[in-house]
């Protein structure tokens, strides 16, 4: 079996409100098409609110059917042979698109630039969902550049990590890209005695951390033998040697590191920072 009958052929879902998931729905319909899958186009409206007239009600539904009717002409120009399905809910968008994820192989949201209150909470709507979700979950602040040439992921020996690497295999592999492993190392604390030190401890961290490395991409050039596989170790912190990764990437894949909720996404995460800042679409996996 190739790497492309492996591919996950699940719905790719994306939800749209009119303007900062404009790119979200282009990237979202190139992948859907990439895949052999269908793509979900989603417009969360919320509860309708206590006391407002019945017709107001239906004017609302009406202008988010005449939108999902132009995004879906859109995603379908985008990639033409495109099965695209659209649904309104009247749920809000963050639960709307966290159950789709039960059934899903990809939920894109679009991003914006965050005020200092979100980024303390993280109360945006791509964080909800990355905090939530069952599926991976591509954020896209805006389309990768034209160069781009890879699939960058984050690699730190967890779990997460390792199915991030997985999946950006597949993904690079699936675009004809490169794939590039990251993985940072720091100096160790100086608190030991120096008789400690002598020794070549930074040789032998450096060592450990290509062990890391190599063991974070094991067994992908047998499953994709035409796929280019470049490993970087780099001393750094794990997120600003993330983000300098990204700058020819057309994906960056991070791992969840597992935790449950909006707490995994507390400022200071490597997701989190990472999801702030990149210069390319993000997809956050968990294992």
Known sequence: MTSTQRTDRRPVVVGVEGSSANDALLWAARIARARGAELDVVHAIGHPLTGYELTFDEAIEQSGKQLLAREAARAETEAPGLTVRTEIDRDTPARSLTARSKHAGLVVVGSHRLSAM????????????????????????????????????????????VAAVAYGAAEADRLGLELHVVHSWEEPALYLGMEYLAGGLEEQVVETERVVLSEAVAGVAERYPDLPVHQHLVEGRPATVLLAAADRAAVLVVGSRGRQGVARMLLGSVSHAVVLNA??????VRS
């Open 118 to 161: 979100e980024r303390v909470l993280a109360g945006s709507l791509s964080y909800q969902v990355v905090a939530g979700s069952h599926c991976p979950v591509a954020v896209v602040p805006r389309l990768a550049d034209a160069g781009a040439d890879r699939v960058v992921v984050g690699a730190d020996g967890s779990h997460d990590s």
């Open 279 to 284: 210069p390319c679409p993000v997809v956050v």
